[in-house]
């Protein structure tokens, strides 16, 4: 395969578009393996550009022939045409091990002064912030709140370190629409919340790599029930995203232990404040009537 069938004319804009899309249209049929080392390869093409093929498979999980193995599945004749296509990106990857990732951490900002942590930390959530609200964001985000305004019932579901994704966003949507229903899992009934979902429901999911088990169930089950899928994730080749559903995709690196979760929240603070505005009067008088209930109990103090 020659690299002129792929490479666009503007090598900033396009160089490995075509590599990326190939690999995602691909990646069902692959083995297990190069699921794993195409995964990497998507979501991080720099370090395919950078790093060595043995380096590239340690941090991919897998085996160096592995890679070799995925660039010839394409049709290449080798390794070096499948890594040139990525050489124009420049992104940041991560390593979704937290042992692994504190024991990074921990090496490179040594105990003293945090001042290189804080300036680091600042323009990471940046990257992430542009790149998440990039070309095509606008239009995705009208899908997803024309979808969500249709709906009978809002379901949201966010597992362990996504669940204040999931809790902001029905906390804030219940003070001015009654459809949302979040989704916890307590005491095991996760199942049960959703025995009633159908076809004319939506369910709007946060999930990151390592992804929750149940969260996976849990969009196969709303699938199955003809009901709606609006992904808020971190990889095209996330086991949430829906080829009918709305994918949104987000750019979480870190220097922390966790995936940042600053986008994702902007996302959800503005797909709420999207529903909010487009609510008209009833949205208004529910919120009217949420603040004079909360009045009423004395929640707050001035």
């Known amino acids: 395969m020659s690299q002129t069938e ?3 004319d503007d090598p900033n804009s396009g160089a490995s578009d075509g590599i990326v899309d190939m690999l995602k249209s691909r990646y069902a049929a692959f083995s297990p393996q190069l699921r794993k080392a195409a995964r990497f390869a998507i979501d991080n093409p720099s370090d395919v550009a950078i790093y060595s093929m043995r380096t590239l498979a ?18 290449f004749d080798g390794y070096d045409q499948f890594r040139d296509l990525f050489r124009d990106y420049v992104t940041r990857g991560s390593d ?42 606008a239009e995705k985000l009208n899908n997803a709140v024309s979808r969500l305004r249709g709906a009978r019932k809002i379901y949201v579901l966010g597992l362990r370190s996504m669940f204040p994704l999931a ?25 049960d919340d959703l025995r009633t979902v159908g076809s004319k429901d939506v369910l709007l999911v ?11 169930a849990a969009v196969e089950f709303v699938r199955e029930r003809k009901g709606q899928v609006i992904a808020i994730t971190d990889s095209e080749v996330s086991p949430v ?3 009918a559903g709305v994918n949104l995709i987000v750019r979480n690196s870190t220097i922390s232990l966790f995936s940042s979760l600053l986008p994702a929240f902007a996302v959800a603070q503005i797909i709420a404040t ?3 505005t487009e609510g008209g009067r009833e949205a208004m008088q529910r919120l009217e009537e949420t603040q004079e209930q909360l009045d009423q109990f004395n929640v ?3």
């Open 58 to 75: 340690k941090k991919a999980g897998v085996q160096h022939n592995a890679m070799v193995r995925l660039a010839r599945e394409l049709g």
């Open 241 to 243: 995203v829906t080829e």
């Open 274 to 276: 999207m529903l909010l």
């Open 206 to 216: 946060f999930s990151y790599r390592p992804y929750a088990r149940d969260a996976i």
């Open 300 to 302: 707050y103090q001035e």
């Open 167 to 191: 809790y902001y966003f029905h906390y804030t949507c219940r003070m001015f629409d009654a459809r949302t229903v979040l989704l916890t899992g307590l005491g095991g009934a996760l199942a």
């Open 6 to 8: 792929i490479r666009q």
């Open 96 to 137: 979704a091990r937290w042992l692994s990732r504190a024991q990074s951490i921990r090496e490179r900002f040594p105990v003293g002064s945090n001042t290189q942590i804080l300036g680091e930390h600042v323009l990471q959530e940046l990257e992430n912030l542009q790149q998440t609200f990039g070309e095509g964001i």
